[in-house]
């Protein structure tokens, strides 16, 4: 992936990778993020394997969004940001000067809390990001938006409606239709926060089933508030609070015997 | 304290009175036994409807508590406990209600020879010190107490092991009492089964407190 990641005059230095690491798709060393004064991420190190789904947990404002933000360079132009310490995706640190951010973002997908398509069509909010790189032959495009939208488990529901606003589908649907969004520039990545927060327990199901058959092909982090939506979609969990990450490991073992009493208190709901 | 804190402390409270009905059911039979007291076997065999009773409210307590608080880390781990302990003690009564028909069922007291070659009185002793034990280890969340119990089951194992050489020599010497010692044997047999039923409480008061899990030699103890 990273080659295309990568400015075209960027040198061979980049593409050296560190075979003996391949096995995690993302790795982050000693991450520190600072707002200003404010030190917001402390000390971070993260490896996430492939294929994977990954639940970070924690209070507001532990740190856990802009962690995950992290991950497609979301916060560059948050006034006063400042990162320390490596961030590798494929073994490629996705901070170097070379990287083209557009060119991450493409690679690195993100779905928000709250759906957010655009007011357009169904098919144009999925080939949004063709358009934008310059695609628009229309078979490319044609099966780029069926391909999509199986995949975020919305093919069934809008394939006879292709041209109704997205504005129109339910919060749920809007939601799916943001990760087929995602998706259509086929990232390896999909990072979600708090995905479904904003829908109702069925939408929300169909979420998570989708994460779930996603993960085949994706590697996912996703932050979410619930408990039990961690447990129930992740196979990793990091529990993060003020800034540090506390405990990491397999959701099973965080969820039946966390080492750290911070995490057995913020798990069993008897914070501070 | 939260709604599920308190949830779990009535839980706690009615295990208690579990652990104190079943230890009262060991220790009547033991006097039934012991002094012939048909009265008091027939009361031990009247008692097991309300150890049932209270076995089933503490299972539904249990399962309204999965389902309604999700609970997870020490606080699944405890219910996950309560709903296994709540089980072994219920056979452990159940296993005090067979000593008290055996009682009846012979219809006179135990030949006391028998009772000393079987090393009956012993038996009651380990046996309702391990249920003491256990229960004096989930009261104050005692671990060190709780594998004190696995010792005493040793104690208890070795006596059973015994009771078959005796039963095989009495057998050998065609004695005429063979109901006082088939029944002994039997009520043997009850109190090595309450030994290991006493046993898996102390294994699951280590598992929701130690998070280990000890029984069948797990590797992860």
Redesign the interface.
């Known amino acids: 992936m990273i080659e295309s990641m990568v400015s075209a005059n960027s040198g061979n230095a980049i593409l050296n990778s560190d075979k003996q690491h391949m096995d995690y798709k993302i790795k982050t060393k000693k991450v520190d993020v600072f707002y200003g004064d404010n030190h917001v991420i402390k000390g971070v190190s993260m490896d996430i394997l492939p294929n994977s789904v990954t639940a970070f947990i924690g209070p507001s404002g532990c740190g856990k969004s802009t962690f995950l933000r992290l991950l497609n360079r979301m916060n560059d132009y948050i006034e006063g940001f400042r990162k320390d310490g490596e961030i590798l995706i494929d073994d490629q640190d996705i901070y170097d000067r070379r990287v083209r951010v557009e060119e991450l973002r493409k690679k690195v997908g993100m779905v928000f809390q709250k759906p957010n398509p655009f007011p357009k069509t169904i098919y144009e909010n999925v080939v949004y990001g063709m358009r934008i790189q310059g695609i628009n032959k229309k078979e490319v495009l044609d099966e780029v938006v069926e391909r999509s939208l199986i995949s975020a488990a919305l093919w069934d529901e809008v394939k006879d409606d292709l041209k109704k606003s997205a504005l129109a589908l339910s919060g749920g649907q809007q939601q799916r239709l943001c990760i087929a969004r995602a998706l259509a520039t086929e990232p390896s990545v999909l990072l979600m926060d708090e995905p479904a927060s904003a829908l109702d327990p069925i939408s929300t199901a169909k979420i998570e089933e989708l994460i779930y058959k996603l993960k085949e092909q994706y590697t996912i982090i996703i932050v979410t508030h619930n408990?039990?939506q961690a447990?129930r979609v992740s196979d990793n969990t990091g529990f993060f609070y003020m800034g540090d990450l506390v405990e990491y490991g397999p959701t099973k073992d965080i969820?039946?015997?966390?080492q750290n009493q911070r995490t057995?208190n913020y798990?069993?709901?008897?914070f501070g | 304290m939260?709604h599920?804190?308190s949830s779990i402390h009535q839980l706690k409270e009615s295990l208690i009175e579990m652990h104190r009905l079943v230890r009262m059911q060991v220790s009547k039979c033991r006097d039934a036994y012991a002094r012939f007291d048909t009265d008091l076997a027939r009361e031990v065999i009247s008692n097991e409807k309300h150890i049932n009773a209270l076995e089933l409210k503490i299972d539904r307590d249990c399962e309204n508590m999965l389902a309604l608080f999700?609970?997870?880390?020490?606080?699944?781990?405890f219910i996950l406990a309560a709903l296994k302990i709540n089980t072994n003690l219920e056979r452990t009564s159940d296993n005090a209600e067979g000593i008290a028909r055996y009682v009846l069922d012979l219809g006179k007291p135990f030949s006391e020879e028998i009772q000393k070659d079987y090393e009956v009185e012993e038996m009651f002793r380990v046996a309702i010190g391990m249920v003491d034990d256990a229960t004096e280890a989930f009261i104050h969340e005692d671990t060190a107490l709780a594998r004190k119990v696995f010792q005493k089951d040793d104690l208890l194992d070795a006596i059973n092991r015994k009771a078959t050489q005796t039963t095989l020599r009495y057998i050998a010497e065609n004695r005429p009492d063979s109901l006082h010692y088939l029944n002994t044997m039997s009520i043997i047999r009850k109190l090595e089964r309450v030994g290991d039923q006493t046993k898996n409480v102390g294994e699951e008061i280590i598992f929701y407190i130690e998070?280990k899990v000890l029984k069948h030699g797990s590797p992860n103890q």
């Not at chain 1, 798990?267 to 008897?270: E, F, S, Y």
């Open positions: 408990m039990q447990g969820f039946t015997n966390p057995q798990i069993t709901g008897r | 939260t599920l804190d999700n609970p997870v880390a020490v606080d699944l781990r998070a």
